[in-house]
């Protein structure tokens, strides 16, 4: 069967933000325009890399080290470590910290896919989400001080949705090597038909329970919708931070198979064809 992926962004500076400090980064599409209130972006590809990035920091540094994150990743080549992009990434931010003089930083998280097989990496809090069928899977880790208490069972789950330290990141993007090494998460996993993959920052994933993703994705099959959908949800229910939905969907490619199956047809006819002259041959000889 051939498949392809389908993906989708949608991106808001939401109702409380005056510029949008998330980026993301479309197999090659990045968020230019901070000040656009709302940015929608599309692609059908079979491989491909995907990423959310939340900036952090005052005035203009929280949207210039995400767009940091995401300029390095156009940098990738599928030889190239994903781990010494992120490094580079990470010192980039380090170096713009020193010239500015103001404390700024990123989250990451990211989806390498190539035949079919997602390589999941994340630091700080914006997650990666499985859905398969009507089950979610959270992929990517939190690296946040609440988590770290759940990890330990000092906080239940549902402590730690309320719990104040939630938005204490313990890894981030922007880490000085002399303070602290960065920590990437990674998990692998290999995708099937109409799996879902979605990405997104906290000003999603702190609104939406894993429930009320699963009925807003059971209602849509279209990426495009679906991002949109997500993301406004989030906003409607009150959300106070930027927010952005990225959405990669496994799609049976019909056009493809269609082109293959009339290929497998036409080379069928031309061998009965081939066999049924050879035959009028010798029985007119």
Not at 114 to 123: L, P, V
Not at 154 to 159: C, G, R
Not at 226 to 234: G, H, I, R, S
Request: with cysteine; hydrophobic share 35%; charged share 25%.
């Amino acid at each position: 069967m051939i498949q392809k992926l389908s993906a989708s962004v949608f991106s808001a500076t939401g109702n409380y933000r005056e510029i949008n400090q998330d980026n993301y980064y479309l197999n090659g599409s990045v968020l230019t325009d901070v000040n656009k209130p709302r940015i929608h972006k599309h692609t059908s590809v079979s491989d491909g890399l995907f990423a959310v990035c939340d900036g952090m920091g005052g005035e203009n540094d929280g949207e210039i080290a995400s767009r940091l994150v995401v300029d390095s990743l156009g940098e990738y080549d599928p030889e190239d470590n994903i781990r010494e992009i992120i490094s580079k990434a990470n010192n980039k931010i380090c170096q713009h910290i020193i010239e500015t003089k103001n404390n700024s930083g990123s989250t990451l998280v990211m989806a390498a896919i190539e035949n079919f097989k997602a390589d999941i990496y994340n630091i700080g809090d914006s997650r990666c989400y499985l859905i398969r069928g009507n089950n979610i899977t959270q992929l990517s880790k939190d690296h946040t001080m609440t988590n770290d208490l759940v990890q330990a069972g000092k906080l239940t789950e549902e402590e730690a949705k309320s719990d104040k330290r939630r938005h204490q990141l313990t890894q981030h993007l922007g880490i000085f090597p002399e303070e602290m090494s960065i920590s990437v998460y990674h998990k692998t996993v290999e995708l099937v038909e109409n799996d879902i993959l979605l990405m997104c920052t906290d000003g999603l994933s702190d609104v939406l329970t894993n429930e009320e993703i699963l009925e807003i994705v059971k209602d849509n099959d279209n990426t495009n919708t679906l991002a949109l959908e997500l993301a406004e949800d989030a906003l409607n229910n009150g959300s106070k931070d930027n927010v952005t939905a990225m959405v990669v969907k496994v799609r049976r490619d019909q056009k493809e198979e269609l082109i293959r199956m009339l290929y497998i047809l036409i080379c069928v006819c031309s061998g009965l064809i081939g066999g049924i002259t050879a035959l009028i041959t010798l029985f007119l000889l």
